[in-house]
Nanobody
Framework: QVQLVESGGGSVQPGGSLRLSCSASGITYSTYRLGWFRHAPGKEREGVSCIGGEGLATYYSNFVKGRFTIFRDRAQNTLYLQMNNLAPEDTAMYYC???????????????WGQGTQVTVSS
C-alpha cells in the first residue's frame, strides 16, 4: 500500500529554518516522482519543488529558489524539503505528493499526504 506521511512543520520566526520530511512507503521510484506542494488560505495549491525518479532532475518554483532544497534518502524512502530564510508568505499547509510523470503541477499528482502546517510569523 502506497502511503505518504509528512512531518517537520511548525512555527518559526522570519528568517528561520525548517526541514520537512515525507515518509514514502510502498513507492517505487521507477513509477513515481515526488514533490512538495503548499496551500495557503485564500490561495490555490501550488507546486514548491519536485524531484525526478533518479533524483537528478529537480524543479523549484521561483518563490523558493535559493532558499529551499529538495533531496531524498532513497534507502530510507524519505523525501525532504530544507527550508531556509523563511518568510511570512511561506505560511501554508505543505503536502508531499507523488506523480507518475515528472511534473510539479498539482493536477498531475496521483497521491497526496495529509499535510504538515508551516507558520512563519514574528
Amino acid at each position: 500500500q502506497v502511503q505518504l506521511v509528512e512531518s517537520g512543520g511548525g512555527s518559526v520566526q522570519p528568517g528561520g529554518s525548517l526541514r520537512l520530511s515525507c515518509s514514502a512507503s510502498g513507492i517505487t521510484y521507477s513509477t513515481y516522482r515526488l514533490g512538495w506542494f503548499r496551500h495557503a488560505p485564500g490561495k490555490e495549491r501550488e507546486g514548491v519543488s519536485c524531484i525526478g525518479g533518479e533524483g537528478l532532475a529537480t524543479y523549484y518554483s521561483n518563490f523558493v529558489k535559493g532558499r529551499f532544497t529538495i533531496f531524498r534518502d532513497r534507502a530510507q524512502n524519505t523525501l525532504y524539503l530544507q527550508m531556509n530564510n523563511l518568510a511570512p508568505e511561506d505560511t501554508a499547509m505543505y503536502y508531499c505528493a507523488a506523480s507518475r510523470t515528472f511534473s510539479c503541477l498539482p493536477g498531475a499528482q496521483a497521491l497526496w499526504g495529509q499535510g504538515t502546517q508551516v507558520t512563519v510569523s514574528s
